[in-house]
């Protein structure tokens, strides 16, 4: 399950552009592959709207009845949204990970458009290659 519309990261995190109420951000969450080794999720913690953040940073956890892992920050920058049906729904994580089961959105320190463009994050076909889903 990988869009051509989303980039990747070596931890698993899938970004997507989107325009929110404050401009061009990038929604983040975990990838198929990532939901699908941790098993069933659940519990979901997310930062509050307005944390900054550092590119590399924890963003939050996923807990699963496997173990607990780190979502990371892609990029610097503010968070604008959190999704809250993560709280009473975390296994939206497992049953739509690239729709209902997003999990922030963040508006970059820089440009949005050229982060995307430099960020050096995976495209659908390096990432299925990195996760030998290829």
Do not use: C
Not at 17 to 23: K, Q, S, Y
């Amino acid at each position: 399950m990988l869009s051509d519309d989303l980039r990747y990261t070596t931890e698993h995190e899938w970004i997507k552009l989107v325009e929110g109420e404050t401009g061009t951000a990038f929604r983040i969450g975990i990838t198929d592959y990532a939901q699908a080794a941790l098993g069933d999720i659940v519990f979901v913690t997310l930062p509050a709207v307005g944390t900054e953040v550092t590119a590399g940073q924890s963003l939050g956890e996923v807990e699963s009845t496997k173990s607990v892992s780190d979502v990371y920050a892609p990029v610097a920058g503010r968070v604008t949204a959190s999704n809250d049906q993560l709280e009473g729904s975390p296994d939206l994580v497992n049953t739509d990970p690239l729709g209902a089961g997003w999990m922030v959105e963040l508006v970059p320190a820089g440009s949005a458009d050229q982060a995307w463009q430099e960020s050096g994050w995976l495209d659908a076909a390096a990432y299925a290659a990195l996760t030998d889903q290829a």
